[in-house]
């Protein structure tokens, strides 16, 4: 391959510029209560860089995904720089800025032309509907397993042409690092062998087994990520609302959504949801949409075809996971599941640009208006768009701007007025939420929670009764019920939902205990003393364990039992001017 020119490296480092002063804003911006909490700010797995953490980081599920390589980079960056959000998106921005110059150097090799892989690079730069991946610290899995993606097929195209298994088994490792980032990457052993086709790769045993090892890992982690979205109950039924008529006209949209947003990015929002009251017109427009590009591709001859077909089929692959096939979550669209699959739509369209502009009069001053109008109003835009993740607030302001009803998002910014103990403000929301959603279990849970903080531990209790019954049973949700009957004195129901919630979640330590607190306060003593010894089996570090044991056993007169465990109870952190004078 020729090397690159000097005109073309500079072409390169000026797109990495402007793309840099784009993203300026995130350099301003916070996290938000979108999945940072969990996954950054409350995650204590990422809190210390240590072989005990790392275990149970590659062991672990994170809001319902196995991403271990991106988690591991969350502690890699909380171990320098703690819990600036500067640095998480500093670090989000680096890996967008490396995956423009592995989009190039991708499309570089495969088309040998540095013009398209140039003007291909600045369109996947600067696309507004790259923010959301860039701009979300959450979404770092996706810029990770792009980086990787991108590098094993970099490796792949090596491999084809040189004929080196060295180039073989990086891209097999690459391959790796890229499902343990997010498992959208199980789509790469499907891409590899419509690469062997292009390049008319006899197909044989030989080319099967080459295969083998991607196919093997991309159907182990498949399974692993389906059980990983059901336990996090991610995936929905939505039989009732759509049938699959209706979902496929859903697909058909997502894809006419992606692909006309590519280039005319109006209407973005962090949140599209699924249609309340049946489908508008448009999604039954949206088919028209795929059927224009296959009739594009028929219409085509020749080498021209082909790279048209490679960019078509590049996008389809990629996004082809992500395409809602099995309902994840409540969103009709996802902005951020475009950012690797865009590469192939502005291969395409580039290539075709090129073809129709070459050897007409004025072409170049074409090409260039055409460019030029691209790339400041994607420029404009994508700067817009990433002030828009400055914090909770300014988020979800954006997407009610758009979608008024959209109850997650009401749901979304009334946690964060109650982050800010602006009480009013977030049941304001939450009541917006159940008027336009009266099944939205999430409202009537948070806004039991901010009744419970507001001291209205009636609303709170009738509230959360509302969203058990709406089927969110999840042991830190009957263990909160608990504590409110409790407060209320209603000890025998709170000692029901704690039980509950031990049930669910045996590792629970503080269910237990507070199951064992209700059983000593009916004065079932040996009752309360298997709870709190079943506290301290599973953390035998637990202070408050210990000390409510050695109280049960002193009220059951066993002193020296009771003072033991006052002890421990000490030593694990225990105030010492609350153990009782009989063990002093």
């Not at 180039?167 to 052993?189: D, G």
Request: aromatic share 16%.
């Amino acid at each position: 391959m020729p090397a690159k020119s000097n005109k073309t490296n500079w072409i390169l480092a000026g797109i990495l510029f402007l793309c840099l002063l784009v993203y300026l804003p995130t350099f301003n911006n916070g996290f938000t209560n979108w999945d940072d909490q969990k996954q950054v700010l409350q995650n204590v797995d990422i809190q210390a860089l240590n072989i005990s953490n790392t275990t149970k980081i590659f062991s672990s599920f994170y809001v319902g995904m196995y991403q271990p390589v991106t988690t591991q980079a969350y502690a890699i960056i909380y171990s320098i720089f703690g819990s600036s959000a500067t640095a998480f998106h500093s670090f989000s921005l680096l890996i967008h800025l490396l995956n423009i110059i592995l989009v190039f150097v991708l499309i570089r090799n495969f088309c040998r032309k540095d013009d398209i892989a140039l003007i291909s690079a600045a369109l996947f730069a600067l696309s507004p509907l790259q923010v959301e991946s860039v701009a979300w610290v959450s979404a770092l899995s996706n810029l990770l397993y792009t980086a990787f993606y991108l590098a094993a097929l970099i490796a792949y195209l090596k491999y084809i042409r040189q004929h080196r298994m060295s180039y073989f088994f990086y891209a097999l490792t690459f391959f790796i690092f890229s499902l343990l980032s997010k498992p959208s990457a199980v789509t790469f052993p499907v891409l590899i062998l419509f690469i062997d086709l292009y390049f008319r790769r006899r197909l044989n045993l030989g080319l099967v087994l080459e295969k083998l090892p991607f196919f093997l890992l991309s159907l182990i982690i498949g399974i692993v990520i389906i059980y990983a979205r059901q336990e996090a109950g991610h995936i929905i039924d939505i039989s009732e609302r759509f049938g699959w008529g209706s979902r496929m006209l859903l697909i058909s949209y997502a894809l006419a959504f992606y692909v006309a947003r590519l280039f005319v990015p109006g209407g973005l929002s962090a949140f599209h949801p699924y249609p309340v009251d049946g489908l508008p017109p448009e999604y039954y427009i949206a088919p028209i949409v795929p059927l224009m590009l296959l009739f594009l591709v028929f219409r085509l001859r020749g080498e021209l075809r082909r790279q048209v077909i490679v960019g078509l089929m590049f996008f389809l692959i990629t996004i082809a996971v992500v395409m809602e096939i099995i309902p994840v979550g409540v969103q009709v669209v996802k902005e951020r599941y475009v950012y690797l699959p865009s590469a192939g739509i502005y291969y395409m369209f580039t290539v075709l640009m090129m073809y129709f502009v070459s050897g007409r009069k004025y072409s170049r001053v074409i090409t260039y208006s055409i460019l030029f109008l691209l790339f400041v109003s994607f420029s404009v835009l994508s700067f817009s768009r990433a002030g828009t993740w400055h914090d909770s607030f300014s988020l979800w302001d954006d997407v009610l701007e758009q979608y008024p009803e959209a109850s997650s998002a009401l749901i979304n910014r009334g946690n964060a007025w109650q982050d800010e103990e602006e009480y009013n403000r977030a049941l304001a929301d939450y009541n917006l939420a159940i008027r336009w959603e009266p099944y939205a279990a999430d409202a009537f849970l948070n806004r039991g929670l901010t009744y419970y903080r507001m001291n209205n531990n009636v609303m709170a209790i009738m509230d959360f009764d509302h969203a058990i019954a709406l089927g969110i049973g999840d042991a830190e949700t009957f263990n909160n019920r608990g504590l409110l009957k409790a407060s209320s004195e209603d000890i025998s129901g709170a000692l029901a939902d704690f039980k509950m919630a031990a049930e669910i979640d045996p590792d629970f330590i503080d269910a237990w205990i507070n199951a064992g607190l209700m059983q000593a306060n009916l004065t079932h003593y040996n009752e309360a003393f298997n709870d709190f010894s079943t506290a301290i089996k599973k953390d035998p570090f637990s202070a408050r364990a210990y000390y409510w044991r050695g109280m049960v056993q002193l009220s059951m007169q066993r002193i020296e039992g009771g003072c033991r465990d006052m002890k421990s109870a000490v030593a694990h952190g225990w105030p010492q001017q609350q153990v009782p004078k009989v063990c002093q």
